[in-house]
């Protein structure tokens, strides 16, 4: 198989599981594990969700979803050309302040964080570029 | 997303289906909030089923848990599974909420 593919289509939450099969099949056809698999869906619906709600708060405009396979690493990119929005400077929700008070979000940078083996972000060009990072862990 | 009501004397007993998402999320909180109606036991979310949940999941579980204690009522969860397990640990969730290996154990404590 072809070891790069992308997917761009309008940033909207109908299209979210589009954009999530587009790369849980990417990684499962190189043999990913289905616990990955699922940190991967996950990473990408809570970087997603982000750009529906926050680059693209006050526009509309696409997302574009880009895998890579290399040296044994998934290389995942999520791009949007909306506000820039840096999720990785958002700090980390402290859970039990959470429940005393009526703060309840913040947790899809935490999973993000922890569940990825890399996570980078850069503004180049006018777009958000929000790169993730998952090791395919052979024999465990 | 699926959810399915059962009564216990001790509790109300909700098994969760499925997958909590961002796209499922409001469901499932409006799903809860109707089963816990004019309900004054305290409700243990049982996860056997529950394949997938994301930060929105969180979220809804946060909303429905305060909206019970303004009742005096507390959300208990049982059989979390794979990568939902592993949610709750790396989120806190684990340390915030009551979490036991089965249904009946959760519903014995009560």
Known sequence: MENKSNIE???????????????????????????ILKNIELCLEEALVNIFSYAYKNTTGKARVGCLY?????IIQVMDSGAPFNPIAVNSPDVHANMANNRIGGYGIVLIKKLTDEVRYARE???????????????? | MEVIKTK??????????GRIDTV????????IT???????????????????????????????????????????????????????KIS???????????????LQSL
């Open chain 1, 9 to 35: 289509l309008p940033a909207r939450l109908d299209h979210l599981y589009k954009f999530m099969d587009f790369a849980t099949s990417f990684a499962a056809q190189l043999g990913f594990t289905d616990n």
């Open chain 1, 70 to 74: 290399e040296d044994g690493k998934l």
């Open chain 2, 24 to 31: 499922t999320a409001p469901d499932f909180e409006k799903k």
């Open chain 2, 92 to 106: 806190g969730f684990g340390s915030i909420f009551k979490i036991f290996e089965t249904k009946e154990e959760a």
């Open chain 1, 125 to 140: 060009n006018d777009k958000n570029i929000l790169t993730l990072v998952f090791v395919k862990h052979n024999g465990l």
């Open chain 2, 8 to 17: 216990d004397s001790k509790a109300v007993v909700a098994t969760v289906k």
């Open chain 2, 34 to 88: 109707e089963i816990m109606e004019g309900e004054n036991t305290s409700l243990v979310l049982d996860c056997s089923d529950l394949e997938y949940i994301s930060s929105a999941g969180l979220r809804s579980i946060l909303i429905i848990s305060k909206a019970l204690k303004l009742k005096g009522l507390f959300v208990y969860f049982s059989c979390l599974q794979g990568n939902v397990k592993e949610v709750f």
